[in-house]
C-alpha cells in the first residue's frame, strides 16, 4: 500500500499532537484509547491524527470510538460505523434522550449545554470503565482551551483552563486532549484534506449558546489588535503545558 502523502497542515496537526504527547508522556506501551467520536471535525481529526500516531510510536496501543447520540436525530451517525469497519477500529454507539432531555421540563437547573455534556461524559467513563480502557481522548483544539479559559473566568469568577492530561478514579483512567495545541483553522485544513464523513449537528443549541457569544466577542477584539489572538494562545497553551509538566515530575 503507498504511503499516504500529507499536506502541511495534515503535518502540522499530526506534529503538533505527536511533541505534545511525548512532551506530557501522554500514553504508554499497552494503553487502551476511548476516543469520544461526537461527529464534528475536532472528533474526526482526532481519530485520523491517532491513527498517523499508531504507525509512528515505539509501541503498541489499541484504539476504540465512543459515539453517544443525544437523541436528536437518532440516524445521523450513520457514516461512522462504515468508516471504522474500513480501518479497523472497534466501536461502541449509542442512542439516548439526552439531547431532548436537556432542553424539556427533565432538566430543570441548568443550561441545557451543561446537562447534556454531563450526562455525555458520565456515560463515557460507564463505556471507559465497561471495556476496560485505560485513557480516554476529546478532541478539544487550541480555541476550546481558550474558550473554557473564558468562559471559567467570566461566569464562574475562576482562572481555570482545559487540562492537557488528567487522571480520574485514582488513575484508573485518563483523560488526554491530543489537540490542545492545535487551532480550529489547522482542523478545518485537515478535515476537507482527509475528506472526513462530517454530519450536521442537529441540536437546536449549537449555535446559539453563551459559550459561542464569549468567542464571538474574543474573535471581535482579536480582530482589531495585531497580535493578541497568538499571544493569548501561546500563554495559555504555555500555562498549560505547564501544569500537566509539573504534575508529571511531582
Not at 3 to 9: D, H, M, R
Not at 111 to 120: I, N, Q, V
Not at 161 to 190: A, H, Q, W, Y
Request: aromatic content about 10%; proline content about 5%; some cysteine.
Amino acid at each position: 500500500m503507498a504511503k499516504e502523502k500529507l499536506s502541511y497542515a495534515q503535518k502540522q496537526c499530526i506534529g503538533s499532537a505527536g511533541k505534545l504527547m511525548q512532551q506530557t508522556e501522554m500514553i504508554h506501551p499497552g494503553a487502551r484509547i476511548g476516543i469520544a467520536m461526537s461527529g464534528g471535525m475536532d472528533s474526526w481529526v482526532l481519530m485520523k491524527t491517532l491513527l498517523h500516531r499508531q504507525k509512528i510510536v515505539p509501541f503498541t496501543f489499541e484504539m476504540m470510538a465512543l459515539h453517544i447520540n443525544p437523541g436528536f436525530d437518532n440516524t445521523c451517525h450513520a457514516p461512522l460505523a462504515p468508516w471504522l469497519i474500513k480501518h479497523g477500529i472497534p466501536y461502541h454507539i449509542e442512542t439516548t434522550t439526552d439531547g431532548p432531555d436537556a432542553h424539556s421540563d427533565v432538566n430543570k437547573n441548568n443550561s441545557p449545554c451543561f446537562y447534556c455534556a454531563m450526562k455525555r461524559r458520565t456515560r463515557l467513563f460507564e463505556l471507559c470503565k465497561q471495556y476496560g480502557l485505560t485513557h480516554l481522548a476529546f478532541g478539544h483544539n487550541a480555541d476550546d482551551l481558550v474558550g473554557t479559559f473564558l468562559m471559567n473566568l467570566y461566569e464562574g469568577g475562576s482562572v481555570r483552563g482545559m487540562s492537557i492530561k488528567e487522571d480520574f478514579f485514582n488513575g484508573d483512567l485518563t483523560i488526554i486532549r491530543p489537540l490542545l495545541m492545535v487551532k480550529k483553522d489547522i482542523i478545518r485544513k485537515c478535515v476537507k484534506q482527509w475528506e472526513l464523513p462530517l454530519w450536521d449537528n442537529p441540536c437546536p443549541s449549537a449555535f446559539d449558546s453563551r459559550r459561542k457569544d464569549v468567542m464571538d466577542d474574543f474573535w471581535e477584539l482579536a480582530g482589531k489588535y495585531k497580535n493578541l489572538k497568538q499571544n493569548v494562545f501561546n500563554g495559555l497553551s504555555r500555562w498549560q503545558l505547564g501544569l500537566t509538566l509539573d504534575s508529571k515530575a511531582k
